[in-house]
């Protein structure tokens, strides 16, 4: 599996350079979405720009990366997205579930929103 890491002080991209999101990719996909958050990556920006399709394997990988992100940081999901991956997501019924920002840049302003938030609740309580 190709990807790139582009890890910053607040923030890391995770691209994965492939055009198919599927079960031969999945489960390499988990251990490195478990290896970030084990190493400390607050928050992660996936950027699925590369990729054209997505299986319930590939799917499933994604979900995971959201669960372990859940109550942590934040997990978001950097586009832009094809209409295959985002008609999969309509149909999973999870465009509620998971944050979806149309480019890199406005997701790494919104997680510096988010952090900002965490930030003025945390001194609020």
């Not at 890199?104 to 919104?110: I, L, Q």
């Amino acid at each position: 599996m190709k990807f790139e890491l582009d890890k910053q002080d607040k923030y890391s991209i995770f691209k994965i350079e492939v055009a198919n999101l599927n079960s031969v990719v999945a489960p390499d996909l988990k251990s490195e979405f478990i290896f970030l958050r084990n190493e400390g990556v607050k928050n992660l920006i996936f950027d699925l720009s590369d990729v054209q399709y997505v299986d319930s394997s590939g799917l499933s990988a994604i979900l995971t990366a959201n669960r372990l992100w859940k109550d942590y940081g934040s997990f978001v999901i950097a586009g832009p997205l094809t209409d295959a991956v985002k008609k999969l997501i309509e149909i999973s019924r999870l465009e509620t579930i998971l944050t979806i920002i149309p480019t890199v840049s406005e997701s790494v302003e919104y997680v510096y929103m988010e952090e900002l938030e965490r930030t003025m609740l945390g001194e609020e309580e």
